[in-house]
């Protein structure tokens, strides 16, 4: 596709000529649903995702043949007041884990089939603490976009969009906090496991940032209390968009950097579906807010792109039954 940006304004003006699915494919989905051996709607959500998958890839008989899974990973100057349960160096000895394929997304990537690339963004220069002043400059936020933009695979036919970083779960209740209202509670976890004391240290953490930050909208929002790798997930999952390449939304991380994509444009995540809801207890409400039900619920809070991944599978399910199914006709069944 002939469209790249390197200014905020360019992302923009992108994110502003969005084309829906595909309106003809999408109906021939519909009809071959129709046609297929099982009683209406017997595949129940499946057959709303195949067809929408289609519409997607503007074929009505498509399949899942090369999912692609993306691992962005940033360090968070956040992480100086005491968020997390885990200290930040963590951050780039698991992206070593995922060099050497010892993580949990490596595992899952496997099982699908997927292709699955890492990007280390910047570890050496984490953000600025965003209870001080925004976490990146515009052409840090751009720059990170780009990374992302740059990490989708044209031949892929599905993304998932994952995360690692340290300290990255304050900046998703920050975005929420920031985008959705409330009280800065309603918005913040437990993350990889603080205690007690740890959550209201955190909650005040929130608190302060969207205080310093009020009145924020869309990617402002992103780049003021974002991280590198919320906006590498940001930028691919708006190129899969130009690339009508479907994405699976991993947990809390991704969802929060999604949301910053929709709150810009309205209609930005249509090509994405909720993979999964994690146990972080304001995934739930975030996804609620963006309209979107997620496929799965297994009380994961790992990231990675984990629970992204483990929905390829139902989104592979769900396009082998509809594009590999025999008709009625086909198969000489009655009742059709
Ligand atoms: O995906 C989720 O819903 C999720 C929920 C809680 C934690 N995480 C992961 O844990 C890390 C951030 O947790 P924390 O406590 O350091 O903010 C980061 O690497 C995320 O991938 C991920
Ligand atoms: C060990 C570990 C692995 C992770 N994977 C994603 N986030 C993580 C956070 C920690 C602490």
Redesign the pocket.
Known sequence: MGQDFSQLAEVQGILGALQGSDDVARAAAEARNGQLTKPPGALGRLEELAIWYCGWRGDGRARIEAPQIIVFAGNHGVTARGV???PAE??A??VA?FQAGG???NQLARCFGARMDVHALSLDVPTADFTQEPAMTQAELVAAMHTGWDAVDPASDLLVTG????GNTTSASAILHLLYGGQAGDWTGEG?GVDASGLALKTQVVEAAAKLHAGATGLDVLRRVGGRELAAMAGAILRARVLRIPVLLDGFICTAAAACLESEQSGALDHCVAGHVSAETAHAPALERLGKMPLLSLDMR???G?GGALAIGVMQGALACHSGMATFAEAGVAGG
């Open positions: 997390s349960a885990f963590v951050t000895q698991m884990n993580a949990a997304i995360e690692m970083g340290i990889t790992l990231g990675e984990s």
